[in-house]
């Protein structure tokens, strides 16, 4: 888990206790990944489909994560490249007869293709220019999807009612149990992914841009298009959970869609960690299970209970989740590396 | 309720009895209570989605007054010796929470049924999965058309008059008692408004086109609907009808008046709560308005020593204590919690999700009390309306005055 951004600078200084960390992060993954698979048959239909949902939500927010927490720029609208691939996948599906599987791509590359557009003059402008046009995007879209010319494709308001994969090759599943592992293996493609752009010289032109985007520029990245880019790739991965969230919801509408969704996604970003790659996962199990938590402390006023929750969580954990368990991690280790200023992965940028 | 009830009843018990007197009794009600998923000797338990939170959070209203119209008949005894059990969760209106909900409702504290599960666009995203499960999706508190869908979704019933419904009785009104009508429709972008235009159609039939002159739509989230009203003035429209919800229908109401427009106006029920819509817009700007109505109206003063609302009225102050009693959620609430509790009555001993759905199918002129007199509660194995009927009002000035009589429509 400590492989992160910060350490890259470490790793010349400190070689042989990096590989020991290293390793143990590789061991560290593998058992999560073992348990991850094991819940497929602990856990009932219902308990499956709200770890799904947790699956999918984390890729959406490691696709916000991606140009938020990595290159700097805030993006309010997220949401629509989540509905826009539900709608792909949906529309796929119930139009074309495509199977729930091969929409996936279909949806990443819509979404990619919508975010480079959406990129291109937005983030030329850069800063609140580029949330307020994103927040615009996730305004609009619920009554694009709405209008009647779409209405053929989209279903209008009824929205779009889809059928549940069942297990291929005959495998002895349930289809929760079917569709979990199917999105668990997506999201560990997604996550592995995401790491390898991030940890590499994107990733860290990614954080030269977030962080002094003169000086990136006098090394020879080229700002416009690096933004647009990265931007490109944050919706691609929103997307690819979208069409996941509509396999397993069974159901596209509009109103699934709202601002609040786009909304919802930052809160989870900020909660699980900027600039974290497993801050995603954290800040997504935040977004499933919490509004359940307020909603049994107060039936009155649920909104003000999940309000207060998220206060508490950012006066005592202000670098997210990801951030105060590798704070804590390091205080078990006894040793304060990052004393001398190196952003903790879940750094406050 | 009716002799074909009570005859059921008795020959449940008289079998029950038999039953008791053999060896297998034992065996059997295992097996009866395999068969009663959600129900024991003393509980049925009941799911429900309310918006707690979010935007539409006033209608947790609803879900708040029939856990304590539960509690009520728990405190009396229960049905039949057992309690309700209602729980009654926050799906925020976001369709994706409430299959979450439901999910955990159905299978994690294994409900008999879901009651009174509250939107549209929510209960979409459940209707098939309850169906498919065989789980009653009872007296859904939406006024969608599609709720009764007999044959192809056995397990989902509606419990207010459809929009298609209300619209059809506004239609008939306006053949047969405006001669040269042309009509201007404002309806929001939705399954709400599409409802309502569908309903016209349905009884306009090819003159659809000829008669409404102008029909044009809104969203939701617009902020101020003026320039549609501007353009149905222009369209030379005499009949103007409101599909709107209570913001948007305040805002019209107002902006007709002040335009000077004086066409025959039809507003819709849902828009037609004096607290909500009549009063902010001005109670002397309504004079003439005319709404289908079929619950009797809170703020009613005609309503002051009815029996039925009095009942309500002891209800509320009992077991809803500071409840703002002008909130027309808290009598339609009221009046689905007491629905279900006939149904429930009517199941006697045999609570399977199958016969709670037969029953729930099998009531015949249910007087709840809340309804205008002579609106009845009818449902039966092909009809899953339960209200189909609907009464004509013209606000006065004071208060909405019914006229005409009690006014039925047979939804397509």
Known sequence: MITKPGLLAQTARIPERNAIVWRGAIVFKLIGLAAAIAATFVFSGYHLFQLTMVIIYAIAILGLNIVTGYSGQISLGHGAFYAIGAYVSAILMTQYNLPYWATLPA??????????AIGLPALRLGGLYLALTTFALAITLPQILKYRAFEDWTGGVQGIVLAKPDAPFGLPL??????????????????????????????????????????????????ALLKTKTFAVSAL????????????????????????????????????????????????AFVVYMPNV?????????????????????????SGVAGALARIAERVRGKDRFKDGIPLQGGTR | MTNSAKHRLTRREVLGGAGAMTAAAVISQRAAADDMPGVT????????????????????????????????????????????????????????????????????????????????????????????????????????????????????MGWQPSYRIEAQIYAKYILQNLPGAKVGILYQNDDFGKDYVNGMKDIFGDRFDKLVVKAVSYESTDPTIDSQIVTLQSSGANV????????????????????????THFITNVSASVGAVIKPAGVEKAVGIISGVYLKDNTDPAWANDPGMNEWRAFMSKYMPGADLNDVNHVFGYGCGLTLVQVLKQCGNDL???????????????????????????????????????????????????????????AT
């Open chain 1, 107 to 116: 949806a990443a590359l819509v979404c990619a293709i919508v975010g480079f």
């Open chain 1, 174 to 223: 349930s289809a929760d149990q079917w569709l979990y592992l199917f999105s668990l293996a997506v999201g560990v493609v997604a996550f592995v992914l995401a790491r390898n752009l991030l940890a590499g010289r994107i990733g860290r032109a990614m954080r030269a841009v977030r962080d002094h985007p003169i000086a990136a520029e006098a090394m020879g990245v080229h700002l």
């Open chain 1, 237 to 284: 991965f929103t997307g690819v959970a979208g069409a996941l969230g509509a396999i397993a919801v069974q159901y596209v509408a509009p109103d699934s869609f709202s601002v609040f969704l786009s909304i919802v996604l930052f809160v989870g970003l900020v909660v699980g960690g900027v600039a974290s790659v497993a801050g995603a996962v954290f800040g997504a």
């Open chain 1, 294 to 318: 307020a909603e049994k402390i107060s039936k009155a006023a649920p909104d003000a209970i999940y309000g207060i929750i998220l206060i508490a969580i950012l006066f005592f954990a202000p």
């Open chain 2, 41 to 156: 000797a003393t509980e049925i338990k009941i799911g429900q989605t309310m918006p707690y939170s979010g935007n539409a959070s006033a209608y947790g209203a609803i879900g708040r007054t029939e856990l304590a119209l539960f509690k009520m008949i728990n405190d009396q005894g229960g049905i039949n010796g057992r309690k309700l059990n209602l729980i009654s969760v926050d799906d925020g209106y976001l369709p994706p929470r409430t299959v979450e909900q439901t999910r955990r409702l159905v299978e994690q504290e294994g409900v008999a049924f879901m009651f009174n599960t509250l939107g549209t666009p929510t209960n979409t995203a459940i209707h098939k999965y309850l169906n498919m499960k065989k789980v009653p999706q009872l007296f859904v508190a939406t006024g969608a058309d599609k709720w009764g869908d007999y044959k192809h979704y056995p397990w989902t």
């Open chain 2, 240 to 263: 103007f009808v409101n599909i709107t919800i209570p913001k948007f229908g305040a805002q019209a109401i107002r902006k007709v008046y002040d335009l000077g427009w004086r066409p």
């Open chain 2, 352 to 410: 399977s999700r199958a016969n709670i759905m037969r029953q729930a199918a099998n009531l015949h002129d249910l007087d709840v009390k809340i309804l205008l007199p002579g609106i009845k509660v009818n449902t039966s194995p092909t009809n899953y309306h339960p209200i189909r009927q609907l009464q004509l009002a013209k606000w006065n000035g004071k208060t909405w005055e019914r006229f005409g009589e009690i006014l039925s429509a047979t």
